[in-house]
């Protein structure tokens, strides 16, 4: 079923990364810089997005500033709403957990490149299915 190899994956990944965040294959920190890569969020969506609670985003959040990855960033119209923003740092700082954790899950699979990219593009094929369905 591919609701329960979707479950497998998500639970078995969190072994593959050895150096990332306390184990987890993909930190709450590389999560929301993903998020913010492209994009400029308010912490409503991130909440949304990350699903977690919105006092646990302050403080992750607040963590990322004080480290130079996210900015905060006022709103056009409404200068009470804020909106958070990848920095340079961060930028610099997601390429380098993506490649650690790409060499990781390679290494632990034991892929040469040619499975590597074929496993990829199953994987974006996946992705893309998935974003489709509401």
């Known amino acids: 079923m591919l609701a329960e190899q979707i479950l497998a994956i998500n639970v078995t990944t969190r072994k593959l990364c050895?150096?990332?965040d306390n184990g987890a294959i993909i930190s709450q920190k590389m999560r929301l810089l993903y998020l913010v890569r492209n994009d400029v969020l308010s912490p409503k969506e991130?909440?949304?997005e990350l699903c977690i609670a919105k006092p646990n985003l302050t403080i992750l959040a607040r963590n990322m500033i004080a480290e130079g990855l996210i900015e905060k960033q006022r709103g056009d119209r409404d200068m009470r709403s804020?909106?958070?923003?990848?920095?340079?740092k961060g930028t610099a700082e997601l390429n380098r957990m993506i490649k650690e954790l790409d060499e990781s899950v390679t290494e632990q699979l034991k892929l040469n490149e040619k499975e590597a990219q074929k496993g990829e593009?199953?994987?974006?094929a996946a992705i893309e299915?998935?974003?489709g369905v509401e």
């Open 18 to 20: 050895k150096n990332c």
């Open 46 to 48: 991130l909440v949304n």
């Open 82 to 88: 804020i909106h958070y923003k990848i920095t340079d």
């Open 121 to 124: 593009k199953k994987l974006d």
């Open 129 to 131: 299915f998935l974003n």
